[in-house]
Each structure stands twice: as structure tokens, then as C-alpha cells.
């Protein structure tokens, strides 16, 4: 079994990468969305953020995770605050998937603040996607984001050079989607694949 982080700043392409990498063969498991099961209406980290935000955040009956967003992305103690209990349980729900994985897979943790909670070490391999900064704003833009909420996301993560410092393999996504997939799919079968048979 091979444990792959698979990182990159807001707009830098890594979501497309993963889908990539599950198309080839490998277990892909995001970060994101465990960060959005662990706060799920009924879970104690739900309660625990309502306690310290108040309804205003409520949509629903849900978090709304857009105001949320607002609130930490303007405030670092409230941002350092939500990821002190959310964190820890991301950890615990990729760790059960991982047990329940067959052996010999390739399991790739598509994390986007690897750098910034310290967690390179716990993989074996780190795959970094990097873009420069004007191409990363032009595709959040085009997914809908407004320019401000690009800016505090880029403010709150590292930048691509800090990345490429714990990073493993740095893949250039400056281009096209074919010259990605061309990337990945030449890092699956030269890297990924034959590591993870070795470990077999």
C-alpha cells in the first residue's frame, strides 16, 4: 500500500489531478469532503461550531458553509480555532478509510493545506500541483468564485514555493487538461504503480 498526498494551492488544478489518479486505479480520498462529513448536522463537531458561531451561520438547519467560510477567512484566531477540532477528526476518518483499503492499493489524500497543518510526513510520496497565480485566480473565477474570496483563500495557504519544498514530485499545471493527465498518468506508471507493487 502506498500513501500519496496530493496538494496544491486554490485554483491550481489538484481536484483535477485526483479525478485523474482515480481514473487510473488509485483510492482518492478528499479532504474537503471529510472537512464537510465531520460537520454534518449531528456530529459533535457541528454543535461545537454553533456554540462558538451562533445560528447566523445556520441555513437550513445546516452549516452554511459559504457565511463560515466568510467568518474564518477573515478572522486567522476563528480559522485556527475551526481547524483545531475539525482536524483532528479529518485525520480519524481518512485513517478508517485507509484501514479499510485492499492491500496493494494506491490511497491518494487530496489535502490542500498539507503544508500548513505539518502533515508531510505521515505520507510516503508528496505530489505538489502548482500554477502561477494569475492562471490559479482566472479558473476560480470561472468556477464561480468572486475575486475578494480568491484572495483570502490565497492569503490564508502557503505559496507554490513552499509546497515544492516538501513535495516529492512538483507538477507544472500551467497548461491544457491533456497536458495534465499527460503529467499524472506518466507518474502513475513510473512512480506510483511500481511503488506500490514494491511495498506489496
Not at 483535477?16 to 448536522?41: C, F, K, T, W
Not at 483532528?88 to 478509510?97: C, K, Y
Request: charged share 30%.
Amino acid at each position: 500500500m502506498l500513501i500519496v498526498a496530493l496538494t496544491g494551492g486554490i485554483g491550481s488544478g489538484k481536484s483535477l489531478a485526483g479525478e485523474y489518479l482515480a481514473s487510473l486505479g488509485a483510492i482518492v480520498i478528499d479532504s474537503d469532503q471529510l472537512a464537510r462529513d465531520v460537520v454534518e448536522r449531528g456530529m459533535p463537531a457541528f454543535d461545537e461550531i454553533v456554540a462558538r458561531f451562533g445560528d447566523e451561520i445556520l441555513q437550513d438547519g445546516s452549516l452554511n458553509r459559504a457565511k463560515l467560510g466568510e467568518i474564518v477567512f477573515s478572522d486567522s484566531a476563528a480559522r485556527i480555532w475551526l481547524e483545531g477540532i475539525t482536524h483532528p477528526r479529518i485525520r480519524e476518518a481518512f485513517q478508517e478509510l485507509v484501514e479499510s483499503a485492499p492491500e496493494g492499493s494506491v490511497i491518494v489524500n487530496q489535502i490542500p493545506l498539507l503544508v500548513e497543518t505539518n502533515a508531510a510526513k505521515r505520507f510516503d510520496c508528496v505530489i505538489a500541483i502548482s500554477a502561477p497565480i494569475d492562471v490559479r485566480r482566472e479558473r476560480s473565477l470561472a468556477r464561480g468564485m468572486k475575486g475578494y474570496e480568491f484572495e483570502k483563500r490565497l492569503a490564508a495557504q502557503v505559496s507554490d514555493l513552499d509546497r515544492a519544498e516538501i513535495a516529492d514530485i512538483v507538477v507544472d499545471n500551467s497548461g491544457d487538461r491533456e497536458s495534465l493527465l499527460n503529467a499524472i498518468e506518466e507518474i502513475w506508471e513510473s512512480i506510483l504503480l511500481p511503488r506500490a507493487r514494491a511495498q506489496a
